[in-house]
Structures are given as structure tokens and as C-alpha cells.
């Protein structure tokens, strides 16, 4: 079952106050960028959030799953809890770097 494009809506709604929301189809999925970082993948619209130290103590007890088969296991981020949601993001923006630009080839003729 692929996320559907009013539970990505939803998602980005739930975290509007975090700063610049936007999102991105990949792969038939989407992940949602605050500040142009990539922050929250949306699966099956299930909400996932990278595994990482500082969210160690706000995720205490949260589901684990696999956004994809042969991902990386992630936290599952309850997005119905605004103010949880919220805090994840005010941890993960901080530390999460912009994605570097991608230089595009050329083609040789």
C-alpha cells in the first residue's frame, strides 16, 4: 500500500510550526523536508524518523519498523501526538546537514 497524497498532506499539517515544510515524491513514497532537510520518511502512510542517539529519551518505547525492504531499521513517529512530533523535529533539524548537490553529468558528444 503506497502513502496516499491527503496522509502526506496530513503529516505536513501536523508539523506545520517547525519551520519550512515541504515534501517530495521518491520511489512511489515521499519524504518531508523542514528547513530543506530531510527529516521525516512517509511509508504506507506510516511515519518514520532516522534511528539516532538524541532521540534516544523522546522515543523511549516507540515502534521500530522498516520504511522499505532493504531500509535501514527507523523509530515509527506517532503523528497524531503534535507536541512528540514536533520535538523529534527540534532534535533532528539541528543535527541533520543539507543534502549536498548533486552535480549533473554532461553528456559527452
Known amino acids: ?3 496516499t497524497p ?22 512511489g513514497e515521499y519524504m518531508v523536508y523542514v528547513n530543506e532537510k530531510p527529516l521525516l520518511l512517509v511509508c504506507d502512510n506510516t511515519v518514520f524518523v532516522k534511528i539516532v542517539p538524541e532521540l534516544a529519551a523522546v522515543m523511549e518505547g516507540a515502534q521500530k519498523g522498516l520504511p522499505y525492504e532493504g531500509g535501514k531499521e527507523h523509530y515509527i513517529l506517532d ?24 552535480k549533473k553529468k554532461r553528456a559527452e558528444g
Do not use: H, N, W
Not at 6 to 27: H, L, N, P, T, W
Open 1 to 3: 500500500m503506497a502513502t
Open 6 to 27: 491527503d496522509f502526506v498532506e496530513f503529516v505536513c499539517e501536523q508539523i506545520s510550526g517547525a519551520g519550512d515544510i515541504r515534501y517530495r515524491k521518491m520511489f
Open 79 to 102: 503523528i497524531d501526538d503534535t507536541d512528540k512530533a514536533l520535538e523529534v523535529i527540534s532534535i533532528l533539524e539541528p543535527i541533520t546537514p543539507l543534502p549536498k548537490r548533486r
